[in-house]
Antibody, heavy 120, light 110 residues
């Protein structure tokens, strides 16, 4: 059974940093692309970043480039998102999602999400 | 502002057939596959339709997807109260170099 368990969310001040983790199980982690997708309160889904399964190529939404860094540790079956220079508008539930193949074209499993609140 | 445009809301009565549209451009829907996600209240999104019209295992055949040119549609037949949810289309965008989501459509079962 595929399981994705996010952690690391919480309250952080504007300009601060946070590192999210997503522990994956139930599939061969290194074979699949992974992604972070966020949802601000009462809003729709917004892609944050993705990382491919074979070559670790990364993809970022423009508003996150230079502030967020996605990475993966295939030996630990874990996906990460390092978030720096956080802004109030980054407040959202952050979902970890598994792609259906080695490129992040669609996502067949999602975690339950972790809430990030950016506020002073 | 998403590159994929969906109506913000849709509604229907039990048993009816409803469709939700998703409009894009040549850099996304026109050149790539469309996927649909269902998000029930208070839960994580769930893959509903992949590669334009394929249903993952466990998704009822009441749900169907189609694509034509730069637009796509999700159809739900035999509407049930449990179908009340937010629905999102998504497609890879060649210009933005990533998977983009539509703004979402809130489906209400009257």
């Amino acid at each position: 059974e595929v399981q994705l368990l996010e952690s690391g969310g919480g309250l952080v001040q504007p300009g601060g940093s946070l590192r999210l983790s997503c522990a994956a199980s139930g599939f061969t982690f290194s074979n699949y692309a992974m992604s972070w997708v966020r949802q601000a309160p009462g809003k729709g889904l917004e892609r944050v970043s993705a990382i491919s399964g074979r070559d670790g190529r990364t993809y970022y939404a423009d508003s996150m480039k230079g502030r967020f860094t996605i990475s993966r540790d295939n030996s630990k079956n874990t996906l990460y998102l390092q978030m720096d220079s956080l802004r109030a508008e980054d407040t959202a539930v952050y979902y970890c999602a598994k792609a259906g193949q080695w490129l992040p074209y669609y996502f067949d499993y999602w975690g339950q999400g972790t809430l990030v609140t950016v506020s002073s | 502002q998403s590159v994929l445009t969906q109506p913000p809301s849709a509604s229907g009565t039990p048993g009816q057939r409803v469709t939700i549209s998703c409009s894009g451009s040549s850099s996304n829907i026109g050149n790539n596959n469309v996927n649909w996600y269902q998000q029930l209240p208070g839960t994580a999104p769930k893959l509903l339709i992949l590669i334009n019209n394929q249903r993952p295992s466990g998704v009822p055949d009441r749900f169907s997807g189609s694509k034509s040119g730069t637009s796509a549609s999700l159809a739900i037949s035999g509407l049930l109260s449990e179908d009340e949810a937010d629905y999102y289309c998504a497609a890879w965008d060649d210009n933005l170099n990533g998977p983009e989501f539509g703004g979402g459509t809130k489906l209400t079962v009257l």
